[in-house]
């Protein structure tokens, strides 16, 4: 997967763009502990035109700084991102579980417990990534 992919990945309405939440839940997917006033900080900073959306060239400018300079593996993002219901970056313990049963993997929630490193009660991707190795 490409820059471009994560991109559309997170792109739900396939404008172009990442508005508001869309951005923010691509920071959450990559990030722990990230608050809406920092996503809102976040997206002020990268929003060079201030059009109130991340364009593709916006994105790609400054997605070393917020994702990490090594594009994540991204072989589960599909998955991840079909049971984020409600489209916020982060699985519940439920969803993850749900998931990792369709792909064929028991979960012990133990596991779940231990891939959850901020102890918030979610998973972001780099985590359920870690969950499903």
């Known amino acids: ?8 990945a997170f792109d739900t309405d396939g404008n172009g763009t990442l508005d508001r939440a869309e951005f923010g839940a691509l920071l959450r997917a990559f990030s722990t502990d990230l608050d809406e006033p920092s996503v809102l900080a976040i997206m002020a900073d990268v929003d060079r035109d201030r059009n109130g959306c991340v364009d593709f060239a916006e994105f790609e400018a400054v997605a070393a700084k917020h994702i990490g300079a090594e594009l994540p593996d991204l072989r589960y993002l599909a998955d991840f991102r079909a049971l984020d219901a409600d489209r916020n970056g982060l ?27 901020n102890g918030d009660g979610n998973l972001n991707y780099p985590e359920f990534v870690q969950l499903m190795q």
């Open 1 to 8: 997967m490409s820059l471009r992919d994560l991109f559309n």
């Open 91 to 117: 699985l519940s313990q439920s969803e993850a579980a749900e998931l990792a049963s369709r792909l064929g993997r028991a979960v012990d929630p133990n596991r779940l417990a231990a891939a959850d490193k």
